[in-house]
């Protein structure tokens, strides 16, 4: 498949979703796509509503409008069946069982899977991936650090072998080295497989490095979008973000 | 001496059903963050099912696992169609509809077998070994007990579907993005709670003898065995249900007399809640959300 057919796919289509927790509306007439095999990023200070337009994708908050998972609208399935479906999220603070082990978390990811062909195939792929899991796998989750938990909460979203993974602010309170291995191996997913990425991250520099395509939300409503490059140097990214740093 | 074993053993026999009582509790507020007041009458309701099918001429242990897979089958329903709907109410009326549940199911008991003592066989032989410190029956209890016990386990252990139950009791957002429904891991929990409670009371019948009123001390000793891990805790629960059934006995036979039994569980209670509600194993842990 050429890398023009690659852009074209899109995994993920959100067309006019708004979504709240019963006030008024957090998100606002939201639209994005995600492509496979590329990274977008969501973006915006706090507060503006990325974390509800993920809830929102994945069935966890009230939301109107539609969103598209391939070929198959999900909007209004729960969030188990949207799971099993294709969609991995790994949530703020990570989400990961911690009186499970290491492995068990992983094998819980598999519960997302379509089939479980393959599926021990993944896991060793994860291990390799991320090394400092296949020493611990043994160990209680809640025994890892910060760095390593993350990691697994990746791991375990990997498992459920997604066409799109969602990931919410996955660099929040590592050490600066830490959230450059976590970069690092999105950067991999990015490359060796089809998956697609929708990324909210706090650091607007690293995620504008990493991703394909971005889009800057503000106060529920996507002010600016485009390729990650082009907005990098824009002006209405700046305008965005002015008077909050 | 010989009197102090007897008590003991005697306790470590009720212990059981504590126990067992006690990690039906936990099991369900596990899985639904309910506590099921029902849960004793739950099992006496079944256990007159299998007193009637053994009126009827079927076999004991065939009785006995009907009895467990028919109580599994009524109570995931119920936890399915009706108590589910429940999980958005407010506390109190998630307590009110407890307590309405615990009526239906005492006075349905009442209505259909009446309230004479009925008289449930022990499977176990009669008699007893060790120069009459154990009777078969006491035997019996704790080795069903037992293998239900390391049957659990095993389940939770290493199946696929236990280690759904865990992941979803303990942290039920996550479980469901990672594809696991969690409105079906309650059924099953309450399922389980459920089949346990069958045993339970199967195993206690032929010493405290079946009536409507049976598993309500049990009940309220099962309470405080969960409450003794800090309801959280299956290990807890266990342990809970064993000292606190050595505790009622001795303190029964040589301290405060059989009439204030069931104020010695509750005192455990309100004690526990007070000045340990973590449970005695337990370490303070987030509140549930």
């Known amino acids: 498949m050429s890398s023009i057919d690659k852009a074209q796919d899109v995994v993920l289509d959100v067309q006019r979703v708004s979504a709240g927790y019963g006030g008024p509306a957090v998100v606002r007439d939201v639209s994005l796509t995600v492509k496979a095999g590329r990274i977008t990023a969501l973006l915006g200070t706090n507060g503006v509503g990325k974390t509800t337009l993920m809830r929102a994708v994945c069935g966890m908050v009230q939301a109107t409008g539609s969103v598209t998972l391939g070929s198959t609208a999900i909007s209004g399935l729960r969030t188990e069946h949207i799971a099993r479906l294709g969609i991995a999220h790994v949530p703020e603070g990570r989400g990961t069982f911690i009186d499970l082990t290491v492995e068990e978390n992983l094998r819980v990811g598999c519960f997302a899977r379509r089939s479980m062909e393959g599926a021990a195939d993944t896991m060793e792929r994860i291990y390799g991936w991320l090394p400092r899991l296949a020493e611990r796998r043994d160990q209680r989750a809640g025994s890892l650090s910060g760095g390593e938990q993350q990691m697994l909460a990746i791991g375990r979203a990997l498992m459920a072998d997604p066409k799109v993974l969602l990931l919410d602010e996955p660099s929040f309170g590592l050490a600066p080295r830490v959230a450059a291995e976590v970069m690092h191996l999105l950067r991999r997913l990015q490359s060796e497989t089809r998956m697609g990425i929708l990324l909210v991250e706090q650091n607007t520099e690293i995620a504008l490095g990493l991703a394909d395509d971005a889009y800057v939300l503000r106060a529920g409503a996507v002010v600016a979008s485009g390729a990650a490059a082009q907005l990098r140097e824009s002006a209405d990214l700046q305008a965005a973000y002015l008077g909050s740093h | ?289």
């Open chain 2, 1 to 289: 001496m010989e009197a102090f074993v007897n008590q003991v053993v005697a306790g470590l026999t009720t212990g059981c059903a504590y126990a067992l009582i006690g990690l039906a509790l936990v099991i369900v507020y596990r899985t639904t963050s309910h506590v099921n007041f029902a849960q004793g009458e739950m099992a006496t309701l079944t256990t007159y099912i299998a007193w009637s099918l053994l009126q009827a001429g079927v076999p004991y242990w065939v009785a006995f696992a009907l009895t467990l897979v028919g109580a599994f089958v009524f109570a995931a329903g119920l936890e399915r169609w009706v108590i589910g709907r429940l999980s958005t109410a407010s506390p109190l009326a998630t307590v009110a509809a407890f307590i309405g549940l615990f009526m239906t199911i005492h006075s349905l008991t009442g209505y259909i077998w009446g309230y004479d003592v009925r008289e449930l066989p022990s499977p176990f032989p009669s008699g007893s070994l060790a120069g009459g410190l154990v009777s078969w029956h006491q035997l019996g209890v704790a080795l069903v007990t037992a293998a239900m016990l390391a049957l659990l386990w095993v389940f939770f252990r290493f199946t696929r579907v236990g280690l759904a139950v865990r992941a979803a009791a303990q942290n039920p957002a996550s479980a469901r993005l990672s594809g696991i429904s969690t409105q079906t891991m309650a059924a099953l929990g309450w399922g389980l709670a459920a089949s346990m409670g069958v045993v339970a009371g199967m195993m206690v019948a032929p010493q405290l003898y079946l009536d409507p009123h049976m598993m309500s001390g049990v009940l309220i000793y099962g309470f405080a065995a969960a409450l003794m891990g800090g309801i959280q805790s299956v290990p807890g629960a266990v342990i809970g249900g064993l000292v606190l059934g050595v505790l009622e006995n001795l303190l029964g036979a040589y301290v405060v007399g059989t009439q204030l039994k069931l104020t010695v569980a509750m005192v455990l209670i309100v004690g526990m809640l007070v000045w340990r509600p973590q449970g005695l194993l337990g370490r303070p842990s987030a509140k549930r959300v």
